[in-house]
């Protein structure tokens, strides 16, 4: 695989990107395409390692340990490095529907897996992936590939995030007839309505969603079951039913002062954004503005990171990105060794842009907020907070203790609750009647993706709670196997 010496000849790189003071003018993707030969250099750095961990997919620890879809990595690695590039689009869209949102999106838990990054820098996989798929739609080589006979049973997906598209895909391809229903007026789930377009432009999103309907999928927006159309009308017209719905319950923060005007879920922010932008290129006013604004985000995850750096683009006056958990090391420690996720300090591209801008990182860990005051009109316009530490409680759990005299007035105009999800919404579940597991997701599972009411499935974040795209594709994928065998009796749809 690769070239024998190459890990030792090539140092990695990564995707160059747009300088941080020049792309928060535009919405633009960021990530800029590498040229042919540094690919082959990046693609020539696999070790041929033997037992490749890359794609091994597993929970270490509780997080991905190599890639969820099992992508055949060192493959397409030694296809790019050949210059074999439509062997390895082959390759890779084996195992994954949709490279094009994973090589944009990813965390890829496969570098950390990488074995050249035990004691050296990762293959830049990610990069390799993206590349791939880009050429192949650039070279015209990705066309809709309809199935060739029909089976005639009907499929019904509700949601059309990476779960509900990876299943309709797959149970596309093998021959029924698929319909997938969604409430917003745009398909792609969160690849549309959550992740930004400078991560992920929604034309590509809209690409996939064309080749997908030209393949027979149908597509219905605008149309949210439970509400506008009775889940047990879907069970009467198909044979099967797929719940893909997502977790979508934003958890809150149920302080004093929480109801002023000025506060609002990341989603919210976020939704809004991008749908004004694909409206009318923001000409509409129909989102939530940040410019000359002190705005403060709550939550130091992703989405809080998707926060910042659509608010620079506003022309936010100054952004803050509070996290209650203390900064991650620099390097792996002793308790999180190679293959495991690597714990360390991520430096994503909102508080690049951040750092560039204000010459410092948004992010201030450690901290608690402790009550939001307004203004006489009631709009919100401070924020207090407290530095905490962590100490083990009585019960040897760890819990935040205040620091005594560390309290802090943040002024503010606008803040941002980024604090995640509690579970998927009520309403498909109460109305069919599928069970809960203690999380209040799904309960279904894992890998046979059948609820308790004969006929009725789920996938993605609606089983396992809020997670990452490429795990959504996985579940889409392996929900389709099983629906195709409970339909049919067995499948050929690979695991
Ligand atoms: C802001 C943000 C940024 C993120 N960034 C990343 C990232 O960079 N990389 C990454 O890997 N992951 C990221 N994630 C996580 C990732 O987007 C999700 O894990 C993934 O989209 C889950 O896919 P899904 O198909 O299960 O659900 P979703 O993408 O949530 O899609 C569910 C869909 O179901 C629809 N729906 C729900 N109920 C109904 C109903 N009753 N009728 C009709 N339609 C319904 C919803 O409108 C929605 O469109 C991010 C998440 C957020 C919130
Ligand atoms: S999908 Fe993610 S984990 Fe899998 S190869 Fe791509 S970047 Fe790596």
Redesign the pocket.
């Known amino acids: 695989m690769g070239k024998a010496t190459g890990f030792l000849e090539y140092q990695r790189q990564t995707a160059a990107e747009c300088g941080p003071l020049e792309r928060i003018k535009n919405w633009d993707e960021f990530l800029l395409p590498m040229d042919e030969d540094k690919l082959k250099e990046q693609g020539a750095r696999c070790m041929d390692c033997g037992t490749p961990f890359c794609h091994v997919g597993r929970l270490l620890s509780g997080m991905a340990s190599g890639c969820p879809l099992h992508n055949l990595i060192p493959e397409w690695n030694d296809l790019v490095y050949r210059g074999n590039w439509q062997v390895a689009l082959k390759r890779l869209h084996k195992t994954n529907n949709f490279p094009e949102?994973?090589g944009?999106?990813?965390?890829s838990p496969c570098e950390g897996a990488c074995t050249v990054g035990m004691n050296g820098s990762p293959v830049t996989i990610k990069t390799i992936e993206r590349s791939i798929v880009d050429r192949g739609f650039a070279e015209g080589w990705i066309v809709p590939e309809p199935p060739l006979v029909r089976t005639g049973r009907r499929v019904a997906v509700?949601?059309?995030?990476?779960?509900?598209?990876?299943c309709a895909a797959q149970l596309n391809k093998a021959g029924h007839t698929v319909t997938v229903?969604?409430?917003?007026d745009r398909?792609?789930?969160?690849?549309?309505?959550?992740?930004?377009n400078m991560?992920?432009d929604k034309k590509t999103v809209q690409r996939r969603v064309d080749l997908l309907a030209a393949e027979g999928i149908t597509f219905v927006t605008r149309?949210?079951?439970?509400?506008?159309?009775a889940?047990s009308q879907l069970q009467e017209d198909n044979d099967a039913v797929v719940?893909?719905?997502?977790?979508?319950q934003a958890r809150d923060l149920p302080i004093e002062g929480r109801e002023l005007r000025g506060i609002h879920q990341?989603?919210e922010f976020?939704t809004l954004n991008t749908k004004s932008l694909l409206d009318s290129g923001l000409a509409d006013g129909e989102y939530l503005s940040a410019a000359g604004k002190d705005v403060v985000v709550i939550g130091g995850g992703?989405?809080g990171t998707?926060?910042v750096a659509t608010s620079i683009r506003h022309g936010c006056r100054s952004v803050i990105q509070l996290e209650i958990m203390p900064q991650s090391p620099l390097t792996r420690q002793a308790g999180n060794p190679w293959p495991e996720w690597p714990k360390v300090l991520k430096v994503d591209y909102g508080q690049h842009e951040a750092a560039a801008l204000y010459k410092e990182d948004p992010r201030r860990y450690l901290v608690s907020s402790k009550r939001f005051v307004g203004d006489d009109g009631g709009h919100v316009q401070e924020l207090h907070t407290v530095r905490i530490e962590w100490v083990r409680n009585e019960q040897g759990r760890m819990v935040p203790q205040e620091v005594p005299g560390s309290e802090e007035v943040l002024k503010t105009q606008l803040v941002l609750l980024?604090l995640g999800?509690t579970g998927?919404?009520d309403?498909?579940f109460n109305e069919l009647g599928v069970e809960r597991d203690e999380r209040s997701n799904a309960k279904a599972e894992f890998g046979v993706q059948a609820t308790n009411i004969e006929g009725v499935f789920t996938?993605?974040?609606?089983?396992?709670g809020?997670?990452?795209?490429?795990?959504?594709i996985q579940?889409?994928r392996q929900t389709a196997r099983e629906v195709d065998r409970y339909l049919m009796g067995a499948s050929d749809l690979p695991k």
Request: hydrophobic share 40%; aromatic share 6%.
């Open positions: 949102f994973t944009r999106v990813c965390p509700v949601g059309s995030g990476p779960a509900g598209l990876a229903y969604e409430r917003a398909i792609g789930g969160l690849l549309t309505y959550g992740i930004p991560k992920l149309t949210e079951i439970g509400k506008d159309m889940a719940l893909c719905g997502g977790s979508t990341a989603m976020l992703d989405t998707d926060c980024a999800f998927p919404e309403t498909l996938a993605g974040d609606m089983r396992r809020q997670s990452l795209v490429v795990w959504a579940e889409g």
